[in-house]
């Protein structure tokens, strides 16, 4: 992973290169077929140019929240293991850096989940608290589920509770689909 690597606001969709081509064609082919087929004239299709960037929009659309699914099944995973790991006695901390060694054998160095957990990794070396670390990474996601994680995990971190069993009952909770 680059130095330069910025974490993702999951709400967000950017089409790139090829995606990007492939899914302007798609609609520039849909809105010339409506144009023709209703109206007979390929004049008509100029008139019907906002419907590229409509199709367009909406693919952004349903490609993040894709992409937000995908990341709550990582993230599912990054917690049973977070889970195992505090099981087994790890700190926190500890438990994150070794939960990220078997994610990175689950989903490859590219892994969405991955590219998080660098940069967690990064911001607890700057001495930022695990607390500020995941409440960050709910708010980019946008995921119910991690924003519950993080609300419940800073109050059991500032009120000395039970975190091992804060995360295992999160594991086992959220791991249901």
């Known amino acids: 992973m680059s130095k330069n690597y910025r974490l993702p606001d999951y709400g967000e969709y950017h089409l ?9 064609l798609e609609g520039t082919a849909m809105v010339a077929m409506i144009g023709y087929f209703f109206y007979r ?10 419907l590229l960037f409509l199709f367009l929009k909406d693919k952004k659309m349903e490609l993040a929240k894709r992409r937000r ?10 917690i049973l293991s977070v889970a195992a790991n505090q099981r087994a006695g790890y700190s926190i901390e ?8 078997e994610l990175d054998m689950l989903y ?23 607390e500020q670390v995941f409440f960050e990474f709910a708010q980019r ?17 500032r009120s000395g509770g039970d975190l091992v ?12 689909l």
Request: glycine share 12%.
């Open 16 to 24: 790139q290169g090829k995606e990007g081509a492939l899914y302007f």
């Open 41 to 50: 004239s390929w004049i008509a299709c100029l008139g019907l140019i906002p």
């Open 69 to 78: 699914q995908e990341l709550g099944m990582q993230f599912k995973d990054m």
């Open 94 to 101: 500890n438990a994150l850096v070794n939960s990220s060694q």
């Open 108 to 130: 490859g160095k590219e892994g969405m989940i991955n590219g998080e957990f660098s940069g967690m990794s990064r911001q607890l070396q700057m001495n930022r608290t695990v």
């Open 141 to 157: 996601s946008g995921l119910e589920d991690v924003r519950n994680f993080a609300q419940v995990f800073k109050a059991a971190k």
């Open 165 to 176: 069993g804060i995360i295992n009952h999160t594991a086992a909770n959220t791991c249901t």
